[in-house]
């Protein structure tokens, strides 16, 4: 049951609003106005769930290509501009979260974009009264895949890392759930993994509809602690 949890750890891009696709498209454009072509499948494979030092890693090391000290801002800057007008919640996470609100289970957000991005993020979507706890990849060492983010959210919670249900949606997410020794659903429900060939492991719960959380719940109960 949700109640049997200490804490539930939401993701948030690709998990509580649709925003993968925007934030892909905004990319590619930014990189092809450098000379960088990559596609969607490119961005997914090596860069969903990932921080933007990570990606921009990634964009030095293996394409060659060293970005403009301020691209980052321009693509900051670009993708909130989008946000604004095109940015949506995903279809039936509300009602999941005020249902949670009113059993009285504890959520956050873990999420490696950065605060400015996460804080809009909810605003727009109106989310974000429902989701007062946020965390984010620049207040630890090391973002996803390493359990860094989980567990200190889980810290400052006062959660025990056994009793947390992680809900993500990315790979890097899901590895740093499993190395944070937490329990785990992939969420898929976003237009980014759709028609997508999903690597998974096969023994963790999915999750492709919000609607179908409370008896997801209802099946799954958190480790014995102590």
């Known amino acids: 049951m949700a109640r049997d949890w200490d804490l539930i750890i939401f993701d948030c891009d690709g998990v509580l609003i649709d925003s993968e696709l925007l934030s892909a498209e905004v990319l590619i454009d930014l990189l092809a106005t450098d000379g960088v072509v990559i596609d969607f499948d490119h961005v997914r494979r090596n860069f969903l769930g990932r921080s933007f030092p990570t990606v921009a890693r990634h964009i030095r090391e293996e394409l060659g290509h060293d970005l ?3 691209f980052e801002a321009l693509y900051r800057a670009r993708l909130l501009k989008r946000f604004e007008t095109e940015l ?6 509300a009602p ?7 059993r009285g289970v ?4 873990a999420t490696s ?3 400015p991005r996460v804080a809009r993020s909810l605003e727009i979507v109106g989310l974000a009264p429902a989701l007062p706890h946020v965390f984010t990849a620049s207040q630890v060492a090391r973002g996803k895949p390493a359990p860094d983010l989980f567990l200190f959210a889980a810290e400052i919670m006062g959660a ?3 009793r947390c249900l992680v809900i993500e949606d990315s790979l890097p997410g899901l590895e740093a759930a499993q190395a944070a020794r937490m329990s785990a659903v992939r969420y898929t429900g976003g237009s980014h993994l759709a028609r997508a060939q999903l690597r998974h492991d096969p023994g963790m719960p999915i999750l492709s509809d919000w609607a179908e959380l409370p008896a997801l719940l209802d099946r799954l109960r958190p480790e014995a602690v102590g």
């Open 96 to 102: 999941v979260l005020a249902m949670l609100g009113a």
């Open 160 to 162: 025990a890392p056994a």
């Open 113 to 115: 974009s950065s605060p």
């Open 68 to 70: 403009a000290p301020d």
């Open 106 to 109: 504890p959520v956050c957000v």
């Open 88 to 93: 949506r919640p995903m279809p039936g996470i």
